[in-house]
C-alpha cells in the first residue's frame, strides 16, 4: 500500500512536471518582439521529396534583435524553404539574397502584444487544466485505495498531499504566465 501511494505521489509530480514543460515550449513560440530561432520551430521544408522540419535543411541564426538568418546546407533549398516559411502562416516575410533567407521581424504593434497576451493566458489555461485533470486522476486512484483497505485519515492526508502538489503546480504555472506576460508588454 505505502508503495502505491508513493508511486501516486510520484505520478502527480511528473505528469505536473510534463504538463509545465509544454507550456514553457508553447510559450517559446510566442514571440516577445525580439527576434529568435526557436520562432521558426513550426516551419516544414519540403526538400529531397520529403517534408520536414527547416532545421533539417539549414542553419537558423539571429543577426540582431530584429533580424532571423537562415542559411541552407544546400542552396537549391532556398525557395523551398522561403515557400515553407510563408505556408507556416507565421506572419514573417522571408527575403531570399540567393545565398540565403534573411527575414526581418516587425516590431510589434500594441494591439498585437495584447493579442499575444491572450494566447500566453490561453495557453496557460490549457497547462492548468492538464494539471486539474492529474489531480482528478490521483483523486479517483485514493477512492481506489480506500476501497482497498486504505484508511479514512489516510484517504484525507493523501488528498492534501495531492492537492498541495496542484496549488504548486498552478502557481508555478501562474508565475511563469506573468513573466511571459511582462516580455511581451515590454517595449
Known sequence: MEEEIQML?????DANKKSFEHLKNELEKIRAGR????MLDSVQVEAYGALGPL???????????RTITVQPWD???LD?????????NIGLNPQNNGEMIIIN????????????????????EHAKVSVRNNRREAMDFIKKLKDDGLSEDQQKDLEGEVQTITDA???????????????????
Do not use: F, M
Open 55 to 65: 532545421n533539417q535543411v539549414a542553419n537558423v541564426n539571429t543577426l540582431d534583435a
Open 75 to 77: 542552396k537549391a533549398n
Open 9 to 13: 505521489l510520484d505520478e502527480a509530480n
Open 80 to 88: 523551398a524553404i522561403s515557400t515553407g516559411i510563408i505556408n507556416a
Open 169 to 187: 503546480a498552478i502557481k508555478k504555472i501562474d508565475d511563469l504566465i506573468v513573466v511571459k506576460e511582462a516580455d511581451i508588454l515590454k517595449v
Open 35 to 38: 527576434a529568435t530561432p526557436s
Open 105 to 124: 521581424v516587425p516590431a510589434l504593434t500594441e494591439e498585437r502584444r495584447i493579442e499575444l497576451v491572450k494566447k500566453a493566458k490561453a495557453e496557460g
